[in-house]
């Protein structure tokens, strides 16, 4: 398993060789933050403003299939206190966070991973300037005792932060299944089958940010991707052109990610994006996948399928996805062929 980038990248003055990405595949000319992504307020999304924002989070997710979320309902303390407690355990020393690369812990039995890179490392034709954490946390019980122990607050305050996080996810599928014309009985039933996973992005400070990359260009294979971020470095491909997405204080980045395009029958479209890197301060982002157990059949919803509207993405087994995508470097073009009929 290779060292993690946040073990050794404070020692390098210039990028390795093995972290200079193809030309084509540069950041490119600088990006600037985009005004246009919606910025939704959940406030009144419990009352008569409901319909309303419903139909924002739909008409977002019809146009950028991104948008930030404020007054969410996860605490702001809470929030703070997730992203010391990511950025402390990347700052731990190497021999406490090493030790978890290995998968035959309790942690990498569980699921959990931590890698730098991706999840790939071997067969990157060049690596990605970031470290990842990465496990499950539903239902808790089943999951906290084989994560980091070290910062010592680490699972209380992930075990919160997982729980309250998840439940925003819960309402705003909730509400996109609304505004789809979905029927869901019970949200919270439909929740529990869910597979939810946690991770924790790093990306240090990097000494060339125009040769290297955080995060390659790719959609999420998930149905929503709830995403905090502190520092600028996430853009959007909206018709050809990359926007830099803001970090907001107190937001969250919601994703519409592959399966819920599937699921709405390309009503609602999967947002590709990447991660750049700067050379003044490092960058953490915590994220929440809201996906279907591997076992799950992804199919578009059969209420939104007629004769007019014929379904236009196939049927098929999630873990059959999964692997495809592990095959093919999680390209985004590979990925929408598999799934378009
Ligand atoms: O770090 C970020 O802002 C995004 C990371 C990401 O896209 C992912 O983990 O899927
Ligand atoms: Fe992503």
């Known amino acids: ?45 419990t009352k008569n403003d409901r319909v309303d924002i419903v139909q924002q989070l739909i008409k977002a997710s019809q146009d950028f299939g991104l948008f930030q979320v404020i007054n969410h309902g996860v605490s702001e303390d809470l929030m703070v206190d997730a992203m010391n407690v990511g950025k402390e355990f990347f700052g731990l020393p190497a021999k406490d966070k090493e030790r978890l690369c290995d998968d035959s812990t309790k942690f990498g039995q569980k699921g959990g991973k931590l890698y730098t890179s991706s999840g790939q ?16 946390f539903h239902p808790l019980e089943s999951y906290i005792s084989s994560w980091p122990q070290k910062p010592t607050k680490y699972r209380d305050i992930i075990g919160e932060y997982t729980n309250q996080v998840r439940k925003l996810g819960m309402r705003i599928m909730d509400m996109l299944y609304e505004g789809l014309g979905l029927e869901v009985e019970d949200i919270e039933k439909e929740f529990d089958k869910y597979d939810c996973a946690f991770s924790i992005n790093h990306y240090p400070a990097c000494p060339d940010p125009g040769s290297a990359l955080g995060t390659g260009r790719h959609c999420d294979p998930t149905l929503i991707t709830l995403l905090q971020q502190d520092v600028y470095g996430l853009q959007l491909l909206n018709d050809g052109q990359w926007l830099g997405v803001e970090p907001l204080p107190n937001a969250f980045v919601v994703n519409i990610s592959l399966l819920l395009e599937v699921i709405s029958n390309g009503k609602l479209k999967s947002d590709m994006h990447r991660v750049v890197t700067n050379s003044v301060c490092s960058r953490t982002s915590l994220a929440i996948f809201v996906s279907y157990p591997s076992d799950g059949i992804i199919q578009p919803a059969k209420s939104l399928i007629s004769p007019t509207n014929p379904p236009l993405y196939r049927a098929f087994q999630y873990k059959d996805f999964l692997e495809f995508l592990f095959a093919n470097n999680a390209e985004p073009e590979a990925a929408m062929k598999y799934l378009k009929l």
């Not at 290779?2 to 073990?7: E, V």
């Not at 910025?39 to 009144?44: A, E, S």
């Not at 034709?125 to 499950?136: A, I, N, V």
Request: hydrophobic residues 35%.
């Open 121 to 136: 490392y071997s067969r990157h034709e060049f690596k990605y300037w970031r470290d990842t954490l990465q496990h499950h």
């Open 1 to 45: 398993m290779a060292s993690l980038l946040s073990s050794w990248s404070s020692n390098v003055l210039s990028l390795p060789v093995d972290y200079i990405v193809p030309v084509e595949r540069r950041p490119g000319n600088p990006v600037s933050i985009s005004k246009d992504i919606p910025v939704i307020d959940l406030t009144h999304a």
